[in-house]
T-cell receptor
Framework: RKEVEQDPGPFNVPEGATVAFNCTYSNSASQSFFWYRQDCRKEPKLLMSVYSSGNEDGRFTAQLNRASQYISLLIRDSKLSDSATYLCVVKLAGTALIFGKGTTLSVSS | ETGVTQSPTHLIKTRGQQVTLRCSSQSGHNTVSWYQQALGQGPQFIFQYYREEENGRGNFPPRFSGLQFPNYSSELNVNALELDDSALYLC???????????FGPGTRLLVL
């Protein structure tokens, strides 16, 4: 079983749509959780950290369920500029980031 | 911008050769990690350095080695290159006490 698993995608949505990405992780000792965004042929960039209480940043909402070892990312009112690959990332204390394979989002006009 | 730079941006090598990739982090970022990202995959952890000492390693063979220097620069060395080593190599740094890692733009390596 992979340490971090994501919806394979790709997700093709029209502008203005709401889209949700799901992710599960296998190590219950994971302590930190993130969503990174990666544009084609570029480096990953931190989109947002994910907290147990859930957190929101503009059109983006992240949720964490530790009991189910499940992380989600909701994007509302999708923009063309949201087209990218979204990487689910977990981290154990003091260790490196563990990435999922990524889910590709394509937003069309 | 993350303040993390990498060189070169692109590199072509042949099987069996050796390569050195370089990374320069922000001042105060004592932790640097290196990742390999194959096409269509997420980044895979190679190793991590803290204050010039290796303090974590992923599932990569010993021909992948590294160094970190006091001036916040670091190197990834790969010996005996194989075709499967073709990938985007990313370094990421973080300051003490922070979980967030800041990535450089990567070096794209092609092994022929």
């Amino acid at each position: 079983r992979k340490e971090v698993e994501q919806d394979p995608g790709p997700f093709n949505v029209p502008e203005g749509a709401t889209v949700a990405f799901n992710c599960t992780y296998s190590n219950s000792a994971s302590q930190s959780f993130f969503w990174y965004r990666q544009d084609c042929r570029k480096e990953p960039k931190l989109l947002m950290s994910v907290y147990s209480s859930g957190n929101e940043d503009g059109r983006f909402t992240a949720q964490l369920n530790r009991a189910s070892q499940y992380i989600s990312l909701l994007i509302r009112d999708s923009k063309l500029s949201d087209s990218a690959t979204y990487l689910c990332v977990v981290k154990l204390a003091g260790t490196a980031l563990i990435f999922g394979k990524g889910t590709t989002l394509s937003v069309s006009s | 911008e993350t303040g993390v730079t990498q060189s070169p941006t692109h590199l072509i090598k042949t099987r069996g050769q050796q390569v050195t990739l370089r990374c320069s982090s922000q001042s105060g970022h004592n932790t640097v990690s290196w990742y390999q990202q194959a096409l269509g995959q997420g980044p895979q952890f190679i190793f991590q350095y803290y204050r010039e000492e290796e303090n974590g390693r992923g599932n990569f063979p010993p021909r992948f080695s590294g160094l970190q220097f006091p001036n916040y620069s670091s190197e990834l060395n790969v010996n005996a290159l194989e075709l499967d080593d073709s990938a985007l190599y990313l370094c990421a740094s973080s300051p003490d006490g922070q979980e967030t890692q800041y990535f450089g733009p990567g070096t794209r390596l092609l092994v022929l």
